[in-house]
C-alpha cells in the first residue's frame, strides 16, 4: 500500500516571476495525474512556522548557509544562482517540505508502508553549504529533504538506508551530505554528467574514508532509452538485496520521461513501472520524494511508477531502445563499478 502526501501550498507557493520550469504548475499538473486515475491524495496542512524546519535543516545544512537564506528571505526576489529563484515565501515552502519528509520516514517506520511525498522545492541538488561538488548552481533546490527523510530513519534507529535517485540529473547534494558513511547507501541512475548537469557525480566517485563504496553512480548516456535502463534496474536491485536495508528513500524524479523537457533520454512508462515493482518487491519502510519532472513525466511517469507498486498488470507496448554502442559502453561501465564494491563479496 502506498499512502500519497502532498499539500495544496505546494500549488500556490515559491511562484517565479519569470518563466521557469520549477513551478507551482508542475505540481498540480502530478496531484491531477495521480487523482485521474483513482488514487488518494492525504493532504497536510500548510503551518507557516519555521521553528520546527529549521531545527531538521541545521541536521543537514551547514548554519553559515541556513543564516544565507535568512538573509535572502529579506531581499527576495532574487536569485541564488542562475537555475534557482527565490521569493518572499521559498524559505517557509522550503522548511514546510522538509518538515513534511522528515515526518514521512516517522510515519513509513511505525506503519512499514510506502508514503509518496508529493512536493516543491525539489532537493537533490542541495548541499549542506548550498552547491554541492563543484555544481555551478543548486539546480531549483534549497533543502535537502531526502537527506531529512535519510536523517529521520537514522534517528529511529536504522543502521543500513538505501537512498535510490532516478532523476535524470545526479542528486549530487544529497551524494555530498553522506559521502563518509557506510550506514546509507546512495545508489544514483543519472545521465552522463560530463557533459550534462550538474556535470558531476561519476562512477569514480565511490565514497570515501568508511563510506567508500557506498556511493554508486549508474550512468545513462545520450539518447538512452528504456533497454538499458532496465538493465541497470536488475544491477540495482543485487546491489540493494546484498546490503539488505531496513528503509529506503527514493528520489523520484520523473524528468528522464521521453520529451519532458530538460533531457534527451527516451524513458517511457515501462521504466517507471519496474522501479515501482522492485520497490514493491523490496517490502521495507520507504519514503518517495518528488524532485524532477516538468511535463510528461509528471503526466505518464509518475502512474506507471504507482502502477508499478500496486503491482497492477503493467499495459505497456512502447520499449525504446539504447544506440548499440552506447548501449554496450555504459553496461560496461556498470560492471565495472560493481568490481570495484569490495564489501558486495563479503
Not at 143 to 163: D, H, K, P, Y
Not at 272 to 278: A, D, F, H
Not at 322 to 328: A, E, M
Request: glycine fraction near 8%; hydrophobic fraction near 40%.
Amino acid at each position: 500500500m502506498v499512502t500519497i502526501v502532498s499539500s495544496k501550498a505546494f500549488m500556490m507557493m515559491h511562484k517565479p516571476w519569470y518563466e521557469h520550469p520549477e513551478n507551482p504548475e508542475r505540481m498540480a499538473m502530478v496531484i491531477n495525474a495521480v487523482e485521474k486515475v483513482g488514487y488518494d491524495v492525504q493532504w497536510e496542512e500548510y503551518v507557516q512556522d519555521q521553528d520546527d524546519g529549521l531545527k531538521i535543516a541545521e541536521k543537514i545544512h551547514v548554519k553559515g548557509y541556513i543564516d544565507y537564506l535568512k538573509r535572502m528571505q529579506n531581499k527576495a526576489p532574487c536569485e541564488l544562482d542562475p537555475d534557482t529563484y527565490f521569493v518572499e515565501d521559498t524559505l517557509d515552502l522550503s522548511l514546510f517540505a522538509l518538515k513534511l519528509s522528515y515526518e514521512a520516514s516517522m510515519r513509513a517506520r511505525r506503519s512499514n508502508d510506502i508514503y509518496l511525498v508529493l512536493l516543491r522545492p525539489p532537493g537533490h541538488h542541495a548541499g549542506r553549504a548550498g552547491k554541492a561538488m563543484s555544481a555551478p548552481t543548486q539546480g531549483f533546490c534549497i533543502l535537502n529533504n531526502a537527506a531529512a527523510a535519510t536523517i529521520s530513519f537514522l534517528e529511529q534507529g536504522c543502521r543500513r538506508i538505501v537512498v535510490l535517485d532516478i532523476d535524470i540529473h545526479c542528486g549530487n547534494g544529497t551524494e555530498e551530505i553522506f559521502y563518509g558513511r557506510n550506514d546509507v547507501l546512495n545508489i544514483d541512475i543519472h545521465r552522463d554528467p560530463a557533459y550534462f548537469y550538474p556535470f558531476t557525480c561519476f562512477p569514480e566517485q565511490i565514497g570515501k574514508s568508511h563510506g567508500e563504496g557506498y556511493v554508486i553512480n549508474l550512468l545513462l548516456p545520450a539518447r538512452a532509452g528504456d533497454d538499458i535502463f532496465l538493465e541497470l534496474i536488475e544491477v540495482v536491485e543485487t546491489i540493494v538485496t546484498s546490503y539488505s536495508p531496513e528503509a529506503l528513500v527514493v528520489s523520484l524524479g520523473l524528468d528522464g520521461y521521453f520529451g519532458d523537457g530538460l533531457s534527451d533520454t527516451r524513458l517511457t512508462g515501462v521504466s517507471y513501472y519496474t522501479v515501482g515493482s522492485l520497490i514493491k518487491r523490496l517490502r521495507l519502510p520507504m519514503v518517495i520524494l518528488l524532485e524532477g519532472g516538468y511535463s510528461r513525466g509528471l503526466e505518464y511517469g509518475v502512474n506507471a511508477f504507482l502502477d508499478g507498486i500496486s503491482g497492477h498488470k503493467a499495459g505497456f507496448k512502447r520499449k525504446t531502445v539504447t544506440p548499440i554502442l552506447l548501449l554496450k559502453e555504459y553496461l560496461g561501465i556498470a560492471r565495472d563499478i560493481i568490481r570495484r564494491i569490495g564489501w558486495l563479496e563479503k
